[in-house]
């Protein structure tokens, strides 16, 4: 059932493994993960009190909302004036599948952890608390992704930067053409995880053991952390820990480096002489490393 609606909030029961769709132009969008199984969207435009008029389609299991069409007809074409910014607040259920597809709009979004898609040109997408299956497609605007629990990603992005900060990333795809690519927590081992650039840097902070690769005509790799160099089929390669998982780098002239930040950190750096032994045992730590903080031990 399609209707248009001018002011009030929109309901709508479509259980917590329904639907919600959103297609909007110009304007911002924040969507709250709740435990219930209804949709509410509020929403309301900053350049009058008037309520903006909403195109809502609502059919079992799921709802679809997008502003109202301002055609014009310019020599023989349809073009779109006049349409105003409208700031949408969306609950949804937390398990949901949610598509946001938006031009010119910032999309924010939190406790989402059902399958989600999103298409932006000209607007930034800033997700935390987030899980489930990601994909999403940008179009010169920035990307910052924060997870709590398990997560797939798939992002395409064309001039913007992406981050991706997740405690299990179950499975990585991101490519993109100019911006660089931050990568923040524990990769699964298993799968081949997948980076690829133009032009973009990589930058990566592992919280788990992890095996970097790097090809491309002129791609350099640097790293501050403790581990081993590595190289296979003319590929730049780096160790992390046990190097369980496998990251896969491929740019034209993109630079990897690995950082030790707030995450990864070798248990001997405790300093128990056993435990650094057995970190050598595991790969953790390489000879010339584990010399270093037992000879810091004995001193200390």
Do not use: C
């Amino acid at each position: 059932m399609t209707a248009e609606v001018h002011g009030g909030a929109i309901r709508h029961h479509i259980g917590r493994g329904g639907s919600f769709s959103l297609r909007t132009v110009s304007g911002t969008v924040r969507l709250r993960g709740t435990d219930g199984d209804e949709v509410v969207v509020r929403a309301g435009t900053s350049a009058s009190d008037e309520a903006p008029g909403l195109t809502v389609r609502r059919y079992e299991g799921g709802l679809h909302v997008e502003p109202e069409r301002r055609d014009t007809s310019f020599i023989g074409a349809t073009i779109g004036i006049g349409q105003p910014e409208i700031e949408f607040e969306v609950d949804v259920p937390a398990s949901a599948r949610v598509e946001i597809n938006s031009v010119s709009a910032e999309v924010n979004g939190s406790a989402l952890h059902g399958d989600q898609s999103y298409k932006l040109v000209s607007g930034a997408l800033l997700l935390d608390d987030v899980g489930g299956r990601l994909e999403a497609k940008s179009v010169s605007g920035d990307i910052h992704v924060r997870s709590s629990r398990p997560l797939e990603i798939d992002v395409v992005t064309t001039s913007g930067d992406l981050e991706v900060d997740g405690r299990q990333l179950e499975l990585v795809r991101l490519r993109s053409v100019s911006g660089d690519v931050t990568i923040v927590g524990a990769l699964s081992a298993g799968p081949e995880h997948r980076v690829e650039t133009v032009s973009g840097d990589l930058r990566v902070e592992p919280e788990s053991g992890l095996t970097v690769e790097a090809s491309g005509p002129i791609v350099g790799l640097q790293t501050s952390i403790t581990g081993r160099s590595s190289s296979r089929r003319g590929q730049r390669g780096f160790v992390v820990g046990d190097g369980a998982a496998q990251l896969r780098f491929r740019s034209m002239s993109g630079q990897v480096s690995l950082e030790e930040g707030g995450g990864f950190r070798p248990r001997a750096e405790a300093r128990d002489p056993l435990e650094i032994l057995r970190a050598v045992e595991r790969g953790e730590l390489d000879v010339d490393e584990a010399t270093r903080l037992l000879e810091e031990t004995e001193h200390a």
